[in-house]
């Protein structure tokens, strides 16, 4: 079975420094996607970044970049020059296919601070 | 273009009521996504359905949970006779294509009295 694990629950960061988000996860599938989601106070899901198991190019997005090892089964979210707005839980998420099913399999997140 | 819409944001219901929560996914998405999120953790999987057919359905419990997509109209998860351990956010997904990004509704909080 798949899993995906998130071993920090929470962090904290200060504004305009550099933090790393844990992710690894387990699976026996070559070909599957990697996702981290951002859910705000608001309770909203948004999409960080994705990352497709076939690139070896990590993924970025602004502010936002992604480590991804496929060997290790690692996928580090780092955010750039933080924001008070990062302020969220962040999700990492595993989707594959195999069966013909998209779903994701989440993390159980971790919380992130901003501090000003 | 309009994302996914979920309504109501919150719905509260007695224990042994129906909850009724509805999906509207992004237009031209055929694929809806169901997730349960309990206080404190990750989103859980329920159920994945396309227009008209349930693809899987192995996160959604075997009981008084169903679901539908039909071909006219919004997703509708059910929950019949509710408990209180239905309470939970309950959060709907569409995509274009099964392996593109799934789009997120603000979710629809249920509390169970």
């Known amino acids: 079975a798949q899993t995906v694990t998130q071993s920090q629950p929470e962090m904290s960061v200060q504004e305009a420094e550099t933090v790393t988000l844990s992710c690894t996860y387990d699976t026996s599938e070559n070909n599957y996607y990697l996702f981290w989601y951002k859910q705000p106070p608001s309770r909203q899901m948004i999409l960080v970044i994705r990352?497709?198991?076939?690139?070896?190019q990590n993924a970025t997005e602004n502010r936002f970049s992604v480590n991804f090892q496929k060997a290790a089964k690692s996928f580090s979210l780092k955010i750039s020059d933080s924001q008070l707005g990062d302020t969220a839980m962040y999700f990492c998420a595993f989707m594959t296919s195999p069966t013909g099913t998209y779903k994701y399999i989440f993390g159980t997140g971790t919380r992130l601070k901003v501090l000003a | 273009n309009a994302g996914v819409m979920q309504n109501p944001r919150h719905l509260v219901r007695r224990r042994g009521q129906e909850a009724r929560l509805r999906c509207s996914p992004v237009k031209g998405h055929s694929h809806v996504y169901w997730y349960r999120q309990l206080p404190e953790e990750g989103l859980k999987f329920m159920v994945y359905l396309q227009k008209e057919n349930i693809i899987d359905e192995s996160g959604m419990p075997k009981e008084r949970f169903s679901a539908e997509f039909p071909k006219e109209g919004p997703s509708i998860l059910r929950i019949q006779q509710v408990v209180r351990g239905d309470s939970a956010a309950y959060f709907c997904a569409s995509s274009r294509q099964g392996d593109q990004p799934q789009h997120f509704g603000d979710g629809t909080r249920l509390s169970i009295l």
């Open positions: 990352q497709e198991a076939y690139k070896q």
